[in-house]
């Protein structure tokens, strides 16, 4: 089976997917970290971010696995190179939206996304995970919450990993991606039809995790 979790950055979406897929002992594949990871390998090569061409090329160069540790998290190597808490660095969030809006790229990730997720019973997060990725996914899920919202989520959770980010950078890098991420000409961020909405803005994780386990089970 494949749930497809789509929505916007700071909703949840990745805590919930890690969660479901534990207690659900499926996969869990965080799409996002797969651009995080090219865009990191986009910025160690001193590539210039308008050089579409050189960034085509890196991604159909690149290795990007994923994997899930014993505990559930997330592993993730690039190019056998362990990069997981490198792709969180803001100056990756900062550029990750350019990388991920360029149409060939999108088909590098999207080729490695289906074959990860056909192996078996899969969780994956993303932004096009239920319109393109697997539109056939047994179930959807869109996670949205309030900007504001999201906004206090991510700062709450750079000051987590040790990140010293003002709340307006945190709110004006948001505002940016949501922006490219659903202003894109390919794939870009929307609700698929047969998916169901969860507005997470007053629910803590353990009751959005019910309720989308709710929708799975009902
Ligand atoms: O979920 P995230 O914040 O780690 O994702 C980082 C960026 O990658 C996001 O701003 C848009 C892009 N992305 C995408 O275009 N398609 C996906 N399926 C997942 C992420």
Known sequence: ???????????????????????????????????????????????DIANTAKIIEL????????????DGTLKVLLDGREVTSDIRQPRITQFVS???????????????????????????????IGTVVFPGAEKKFYIDAQFKERVRRRHKESKELGQRLAFEDVSADLANRDKIDSE????PLKQADDAVYVDTTRLNIEEVVSKVLGFING
């Open 98 to 128: 350019e990388i991920a809006k360029i149409k060939e790229v999108r088909e590098v990730m999207v080729e490695l996304q289906r074959k990860l997720g056909s192996q078996g019973n899969a969780v994956l997060d993303g932004r096009d």
């Open 184 to 187: 894109r000409a390919v794939a």
């Open 1 to 47: 089976m494949i749930i497809a979790i789509d929505g916007p950055a700071g909703a949840g979406k990745s805590t919930v997917a890690k969660l479901l897929a534990e207690k659900l002992k499926f996969l869990y594949i965080d799409t996002g970290a797969m651009y995080r990871a090219l865009t990191l390998k986009v910025l160690e090569t001193n590539t």
């Open 59 to 70: 991604a159909a160069n690149s290795s990007i696995s994923l994997s899930n540790n014993p």
